[in-house]
């Protein structure tokens, strides 16, 4: 027990001195903190150059409250639980395996750095991409996990900051589920980790922006504006009635796995979940509302 109480102070104060260097005194270009204000600020621009729902403010309905989930969710989140829980997590797992004459290079298929940069980013990006569409199904299909996904289709108007509405015990679920597949393909370095990530970040961003956009024919690869927008939408067929659009970055996976549904356009339709009126409106409700829920 002593051993993870350390590993949970160490974890605080590490994370709590890089934060401080992110912010403070690094400016290098994989900086996290001055990269989500660039990205959002570039998507937002983008929005208000080129609005598909043309009457919809800049500050739409839930700005201000969306932009302080992007802000929580990406950094505060890590600094109160995520990291103590994930580096406890692993060291717990891993004694596990242990106790069994295993350890987590057991399950390493291939090392990542002995394959050619690219090869090894997109073969990470993949494993990673697909792990979290599987994850967010699960979001949708088993009702524990749907109660704390509502947060993020609380959303009823769409826009940049929408991307990162989500509760806290979402990361704790994809992490978790995360956790062996990225031990299968072995290391890699954090700096070309930082490219998927800010990727990602654009896309999603993207994904949730007021922007008419499918990107021709990559949208059968990529997720878009015109695909996501239905992963919203309040009211879906019976056939689709746990959701459909689960795709992150790419949108392959809802393609090959028949779970795409873009029936129309979906610019002007209503966004949100049966019985969303009665969804708690500020963001400490909405962060006990599973719990109420239970209750």
Same mark, same amino acid.
Do not use: C
């Given at each position: 027990?002593?051993?993870?109480?350390? &590993?949970?102070?160490?974890?605080?104060?590490?994370?709590?001195?890089?934060?401080?260097?992110? +912010?403070?005194?690094?400016? @290098?270009?994989? @900086?996290?903190?001055?990269?989500? /204000?660039?990205?959002?600020?570039?998507?937002?621009?983008?929005?208000?150059?080129?609005?598909?729902?043309?009457? #919809?403010?800049?500050?739409?309905?839930?700005?201000?409250?969306?932009?302080?989930?992007?802000?929580?969710?990406?950094?505060?989140?890590?600094?109160?639980?995520? +990291?103590?829980?994930?580096?406890?997590?692993?060291?717990?797992?891993?004694? +596990?395996?242990?106790?069994?004459?295993?350890? /987590?290079?057991?399950? #390493?298929?291939?090392?990542?750095?002995?394959?050619?940069?690219?090869?090894?980013? /997109?073969?990470?990006?993949?494993?990673?991409?697909?792990?979290?569409?599987?994850?967010?199904?699960?979001?949708?299909?088993?009702?524990?996990?749907?109660?704390?996904?509502?947060?993020?289709?609380?959303?009823?108007?769409?826009?940049?900051?929408?991307?990162?509405?989500?509760?806290?015990?979402?990361?704790?679920?994809?992490?978790?589920?995360?956790? +062996?597949? /990225?031990?299968?393909?072995?290391?890699?370095?954090? #700096?070309?980790?930082? &490219?998927?990530?800010?990727?990602?970040?654009?896309?999603?961003?993207?994904?949730?922006?007021?922007?008419?956009?499918?990107?021709?024919?990559?949208?059968?690869?990529?997720?878009?504006?015109?695909?996501? &927008?239905?992963?919203?939408?309040?009211?879906?067929?019976?056939?689709?009635?746990?959701?459909?659009?689960?795709?992150?970055?790419?949108?392959?996976?809802?393609?090959?796995?028949?779970?795409?549904?873009?029936?129309?356009?979906?610019?002007?339709?209503?966004?949100?979940?049966?019985?969303?009126?009665?969804?708690?409106?500020?963001?400490?409700?909405?962060?006990?509302?599973?719990?109420?829920?239970?209750?």
């Amino acid at each position: 027990m002593e051993k993870y109480i350390e &590993i949970i102070k160490k974890s605080y104060s590490g994370y709590w001195n890089y934060l401080e260097t992110e +912010i403070l005194f690094q400016n @290098n270009w994989d @900086n996290y903190f001055y990269g989500l /204000i660039i990205v959002s600020f570039l998507v937002w621009m983008l929005e208000i150059a080129f609005p598909w729902r043309k009457d #919809q403010s800049k500050f739409r309905k839930d700005f201000w409250l969306d932009v302080f989930y992007m802000f929580f969710n990406f950094f505060l989140l890590n600094l109160i639980v995520l +990291i103590a829980l994930s580096n406890t997590a692993a060291a717990f797992f891993n004694d +596990i395996l242990n106790v069994i004459g295993l350890s /987590i290079s057991s399950f #390493q298929v291939f090392d990542i750095d002995a394959l050619p940069k690219a090869l090894g980013l /997109i073969i990470f990006f993949l494993v990673s991409d697909f792990t979290q569409w599987n994850t967010h199904r699960l979001l949708h299909r088993i009702p524990f996990l749907w109660n704390f996904h509502k947060v993020h289709h609380s959303v009823k108007e769409m826009g940049f900051a929408a991307h990162l509405r989500y509760h806290w015990m979402e990361p704790v679920v994809y992490k978790s589920l995360l956790y +062996i597949p /990225i031990a299968v393909i072995g290391g890699f370095d954090a #700096q070309d980790v930082a &490219i998927i990530h800010f990727f990602a970040l654009a896309v999603g961003h993207l994904n949730h922006a007021n922007l008419g956009w499918d990107y021709g024919v990559l949208k059968y690869i990529f997720n878009n504006p015109k695909m996501h &927008i239905w992963h919203h939408a309040k009211d879906l067929p019976d056939h689709k009635k746990y959701g459909a659009n689960f795709g992150l970055t790419l949108s392959i996976w809802d393609y090959i796995f028949k779970t795409n549904h873009i029936p129309k356009d979906g610019r002007d339709i209503e966004l949100g979940f049966e019985g969303d009126e009665d969804f708690p409106q500020d963001f400490i409700q909405q962060e006990i509302y599973p719990i109420k829920l239970k209750k």
